[in-house]
């Protein structure tokens, strides 16, 4: 997700819509988050392996 998207300005008209924005707000706000495992190996690659890896394009 690209971050700007959260600074943008919402405008909401309808009382009903914006009682289900709280709602759902409100809702997500009580859930956990979940651990995250890596089921991968990963490891940092150098700017020349990434360009071995997909070649060098000009």
Do not use: P, W
């Amino acid at each position: 997700m690209a971050t700007k998207s959260i600074y943008k300005n919402v405008i909401i008209k309808d009382a009903k819509l914006s009682r289900n924005l709280v709602s759902a707000l409100e809702n997500a706000k009580k859930k956990q988050s979940k651990d995250v495992r890596l089921s991968k190996t990963c490891h940092e690659l150098k700017k020349d392996q990434i360009k071995g890896i997909f070649g060098e394009s000009q």
